[in-house]
């Protein structure tokens, strides 16, 4: 299957700061991708699709200027969290589709551990 | 919006039997169905799908039923390995792409 990376793999930051996080897809472009949370023990919760030369759409809920999305390229999108709190600290994952596989097939990232103090 | 809810949300197997996990969904356009399996600190990894147009699908040990009338779709694992531990996701897909997950089953294979 396709090769999604992350970067990276975990972050510790203090409370205020703004953290970016990076979606890469290794060997095939997509033109959209998607970034999840997930909670300890709880499900993958999207947050909302990354696509390339627009702008995101977020699900409801999603604080658009709190997670800033760009995907500037084919290959890579980025998620930044400004002004982190404690309750952001969560695992983020990225997805994305490999239009040489089925459209519908997501693969994801390794994702990121986000701590934040 | 797509509601997908999952049963069990623990599942414990002894080594070589069947572990059976159900999903149901509330959207009536979804037509994709995927299931994920996500071991501790790790990414989920697609072991699985299923599209609208098909009742059913095998995968070595591992096969997926769907009942499109009935809005449900389940996970079969047969001869369950110690291996096979691990949190099993459903989806279901819109006609956007968007996944929704269900809420995941935490599989564990006793020796």
């Known amino acids: 299957g396709a090769v999604v990376s992350q970067h990276p793999s975990r972050v510790i930051c203090k409370s205020g700061t703004s953290v970016k996080i990076e979606c890469r897809s290794l060997?095939?472009?997509?033109?959209?991708m998607f970034w999840y949370r997930q909670f300890p023990k709880q499900s993958l919760m999207l947050m909302a699709t990354?696509?390339?030369?627009?702008?995101?759409?977020?699900e409801q809920g999603v604080e658009k200027d709190k997670f800033l999305i760009n995907h500037a390229s084919l290959t890579l999108s980025t998620l930044t969290v400004t002004s982190a709190h404690p309750e952001d600290s969560s695992f983020y994952i990225c997805?994305?589709?490999?239009?040489?596989?089925?459209?519908?097939?997501?693969?994801f990232g390794p994702g990121t551990r986000l701590l934040v103090l | 919006g797509e509601n997908v809810e999952q049963h069990p949300s623990t599942l414990s197997v002894q080594e070589g039997d069947s572990a059976v996990i159900k999903c149901t969904y509330s959207?009536?356009?979804?037509?994709?169905f995927p299931w994920y399996k996500q071991e501790l600190g790790k990414r989920p990894q697609l072991i699985i799908d299923?599209?609208?147009?098909?009742g059913e699908k095998k995968d070595q040990r591992i096969a997926v039923t769907l009942n499109k009338t009935a809005k449900h779709f389940s996970l079969h694992i047969t001869e369950t390995q110690p291996e096979d531990s691990a949190v099993y996701f459903c989806?279901?897909?819109?006609?956007?792409?968007?996944?929704?997950f269900g809420a995941g089953t935490q599989v564990v294979v006793t020796p």
């Open positions: 997805s994305a589709s490999d239009p040489r596989d089925s459209q519908e097939t997501q693969y």
């Open positions: 060997d095939f472009q997509a033109t959209t």
């Open positions: 990354s696509n390339e030369g627009s702008k995101a759409t977020y």
């Open positions: 959207d009536s356009a979804s037509n994709y």
């Open positions: 299923i599209r609208s147009n098909v």
């Open positions: 989806a279901s897909s819109d006609s956007w792409g968007k996944l929704q």
